[in-house]
């Protein structure tokens, strides 16, 4: 799913909580409306419709946030020589080799509609599940 989808389905999903949270008042003060005057009913109404606009407008920045949020995603591509390099490590004296490496690059992608402030990406545990075999001599 394309990220301008996704942006859309989250904006139709606000729209859709926005629309209930006028709704609910509204059918409920219609419910009564038996029991009480049109002009009382009028200006409940209108009131609630008040109410929720000036919540809506207090929390307008924290749902703004909530859409377009950044979007973090870890790319790697194991078979790009560009991303894995092994290299070893030799005793420049003896010649022999001391230690293999491997390098690997991680591409950070940000997906969403915002620039991801603060963001650190660390390694904190590498496993292999092939058995160390030690340095060749030859």
Not at 55 to 60: G, H
Request: positive net charge.
């Amino acid at each position: 799913m394309s990220i301008r989808i996704r942006h859309n389905i989250k904006i139709f999903l606000a729209l859709i909580i926005i629309s209930v949270a006028y709704f609910i008042p509204v059918i409920q003060l219609l419910r009564f409306s038996n029991q009480l005057a049109p002009p009382i009913i009028a200006s409940l109404i209108g009131s609630s419709v008040a109410l929720i606009t000036g919540i809506l407008a207090l929390l307008k920045d924290f749902i703004l946030d909530a859409i377009n949020a950044p979007s973090i995603e870890i790319q790697f591509f194991p078979n790009d020589k560009r991303d894995c390099h092994a290299t070893a490590f030799t005793d420049m004296a003896t010649g022999s080799v001391i230690a293999k490496a491997h390098y690997f690059r991680f591409r950070i992608m940000n997906n969403g509609w915002k620039v991801a402030d603060g963001v650190e990406v660390s390694l904190e545990a590498a496993h292999s599940h092939l058995p160390y075999q030690g340095p060749k001599v030859s």
